[in-house]
């Protein structure tokens, strides 16, 4: 079946520097992507999306991705602070027009450190 | 403030006992899901409801169910036949139609004892 999913459940990185976070897809039907960022205990919030037909959005400190021929997406986070440590993951809408929502990766944990 | 409401954000069942979390949006969103989160694993889909009236079953609506009487509320009974209860559940909203960004609530953890 088609998945979404994250090369890597961590990734720590020193506070100030850049973070990249990956995630591949293997639908080649799905046309919009989403980030999203969960803090312990709360619920995910809202980052960043791109439609299929960029290949680069931006947005405050951060950036996404989409190389639709690899169907690999990339979130960039950068001069991380404290406050980005979270899990992040993708969602991507598998071009149903989304009639049962979005299929999401299990995320990766940002860890931030002084 | 616009937003999604989940409560309560904490909640204790015994065995055998039927519960219900209560989701609330004024964002006059048509559109809204149930989610379940366990520890390691993506949100998996339990119910959806693209408008009043109206739900679909997720991928796992054993031992679930909605209702949806009116747009602004969207409320998941857990019932005593769900053998493993206990997680953390979202709600989530959304405008419906293509392409859908959704936006989810603070989450409901529910333990059963």
């Known amino acids: 079946g088609e998945s979404v999913g994250l090369h890597l459940p961590t990734l720590s990185v020193q506070e100030g520097d850049n973070s990249i976070i990956n995630c591949a897809y293997s639908n080649s039907a799905s046309d919009y992507f989403i980030w999203y960022k969960q803090e312990s205990g709360k619920g995910p919030q809202f980052i960043i999306d791109i439609r299929s037909n960029m290949d680069k959005r931006q947005g405050q400190r951060v950036t996404v991705l989409l190389n639709k021929t690899v169907k690999h997406l990339s979130l960039q986070i950068a001069a991380t602070q404290p406050g980005d440590s979270a899990v992040y993951f993708c969602?991507?809408?598998?071009?149903?027009?989304?009639?049962?929502?979005?299929?999401f990766g299990k995320g990766t944990h940002l860890i931030i450190q002084p | 403030d616009g937003g999604i409401t989940q409560s309560p954000k904490y909640l204790f069942r015994k065995e055998g006992q039927n519960v219900t979390l209560s989701c609330e949006q004024n964002?006059?969103?048509?559109?809204m899901y149930w989610y379940r989160q366990d520890p390691g694993q993506g949100l998996r889909l339990i119910y959806y409801s693209q408008i009043v009236n109206d739900f679909q079953k997720g991928d796992i609506a054993e031992g679930y169910s909605v209702s949806r009487e009116k747009k602004e509320s969207f409320p998941l009974t857990v019932t005593s036949a769900q053998k493993n209860p206990t997680a953390f559940y979202l709600c989530a909203s959304s405008i419906g139609g293509a392409p859908d960004t959704q936006y989810f609530g603070p989450g409901t953890r529910l333990t059963v004892l």
């Open positions: 969602a991507e809408n598998g071009g149903g027009g989304g009639a049962d929502g979005l299929t």
């Open positions: 964002l006059n969103h048509d559109a």
